[in-house]
């Protein structure tokens, strides 16, 4: 034992005397929190290295000063820091954002927790203030609500489209031009209103305003079709979008509710005469959603990687900080957060890779490909994300292909955790390797209920579904995308036929040698 050290008591943990030192000693070297000591007045006596990071003033520059030359000067006039304190007193603690000042004059959006420090009895004695920088955050927040204002102008200002939102009873809350000028309402004629209002009444004896409502609460959306009554009582043919809202805490908060006049379309459709014109039109229709539906994965992938990296850099700071963490809500939380944030980031790429795929600009590589190896590497990637269940392989020797390392190892982890997804608990999922004379194939063969032959084809689909697979996340873009990129290696991906004893068998097949 060091000379001069507490020992430890007879239960093993360090003295108290040595705990405090550490304590203070960690304190004193954390870099991206200012944490430090005021006393009763609010003059500062400890500083650490996070507050001379943060803040800019040295040790010997700002002990014994009072804290509120932190403040902007019309915090000061207005006597917050004092006010804080008084709070801190009387509550125990006290948090607050907003703007700090630095030594050099600059500002920085900062959170900010006082804690009131009391003796063992009772008397207040200072107070200990932790403060962090969230001015990143605060610039994203910021950026994120002018583009909300900047989209609800847009909203309001389209004529095109009937676009407003409903409380979860069906009342009408906003109006847009574009109601405006399709139902012949003015805003202060119809906000307040239930929506049955633009119904026939055939509609509203039949329920139907009330079915779609609990469709869309149901399913997340509600599409149809159906005559719908202007103010004037004219009726117009229409095209509605009924979507329902959520809170982030999963809270209903009501309706979104869009249409659009398809008078002309039906008067057109019921005069013409033909299959085969009916036809035609319906594929210049698809086509043209196809290419809105790329067009818009596109920007939302986009949109969504800025917003979700922020979201992970801030759960970042809770995660590191997960030993210190005692609070078992608090610690859930963040586990789910962060499950969650996975999972979003894994949809993200998928609508990135979707996208590309689509518009010819996904870029493949052409090299030896060391299969045995990714499969080793994917394997080992899902164990450690759930060591419970079993992945048997069957093939040792080395197996190489020709192709993209990083996009077969992105077909072989899709195969591989579908195959998890899919299989009992209990049951092992096998992972096959053969070597022919010009291919290389791998076969992943899961332990579920199989896929019945009127849906196999479907799974390769983009957004594809099964019934089986409601219940799990992801956007059904996966088999899609490991397809695409097996074709676009020269390669194949197949759902082999039925066993009798149930379960799935996908077999990934890859050139043994390049092109010549």
Known sequence: MAHGSTPPDSGGRMGDAEEDRLLASLV???????????????????????????????????????????????????????????????????????????????????????????????????????????????????????????????????????????????????????????????????????????????????????????????????????????KDGTRFWAEVVITSLHGPDGTHRGFAK????????????????????????????????????????????????????????????????????????????????????????????????AARLETGDLQISTEVVDVRALVDQVVADASVTDPARRIDVDGTEEITAFGDPQRTWQILSNLVSNALKFSPPDAAVQVRLRKGDETVAVDVVDGGPGVPDEQRELLFGRFARLPTSATTPGAGLGLFIARSLAEAQGGRLELADPSPGGGATFTLTLPATGPA
């Not at 290295?49 to 030359?69: M, N, P, W």
């Not at 610690?331 to 894994?346: C, I, N, P």
């Open 28 to 230: 004193r070297s954390v870099a991206d929190y200012a944490i430090f000591v005021l006393d009763v007045d609010g003059c500062i006596q400890t500083w650490n290295a996070g507050a001379e990071r943060l803040k800019g003033y040295r040790r010997e520059d700002i002990v014994g000063q009072h804290f509120s030359v932190f403040y902007p000067k019309e915090d000061v006039e207005a006597g917050k820091p004092d006010w804080e304190l008084a709070v801190a007193a009387a509550d125990g603690a006290f948090e607050v954002e907003g703007w700090r000042i630095r030594n050099d004059g600059t500002r920085f959006w900062a959170d900010v927790v006082i804690t009131a420090i009391r003796s063992v009895d009772g008397d207040l004695i200072g107070f200990g203030k932790v403060t962090r920088d969230l001015t990143d955050r605060k610039r994203g927040d910021d950026a994120l609500r002018e583009s909300e204002e900047r989209f609800a102008l847009l909203v309001s200002s389209v004529a095109d489209y009937a676009i407003f939102l409903l409380r979860p009873d069906g009342t009408v809350t906003t109006w847009n031009l574009g109601a405006e000028q399709l139902k012949g309402y003015r805003p202060d004629e119809i906000i307040g209103r239930h929506f049955s209002t633009f119904y026939t009444d055939e509609d509203r004896r039949d329920g139907v305003p009330d079915a779609g409502l609990a469709t869309a609460l149901d399913t997340g959306r509600w599409r149809n079709e159906g005559w719908r009554v202007r």
């Open 258 to 353: 869009v249409t659009r006049d398809l008078t002309d379309r039906k008067r057109a459709e019921s005069a013409l005469r033909g299959v085969l014109d009916r036809e035609r039109e319906a594929a210049n229709r698809l086509r043209e959603l196809d290419r809105l539906k790329t067009d818009f994965i596109a920007v939302v992938a986009h949109d969504l990687r800025g917003p979700v990296g922020v979201a992970q850099s801030l759960l970042q700071i809770g995660v590191e900080d997960w030993d210190a963490m005692t609070d078992p809500e608090l610690r859930d939380l963040v586990e789910r957060a962060r499950h969650r944030l996975e999972t979003l980031g894994s949809f993200v790429d998928d609508l990135f890779d």
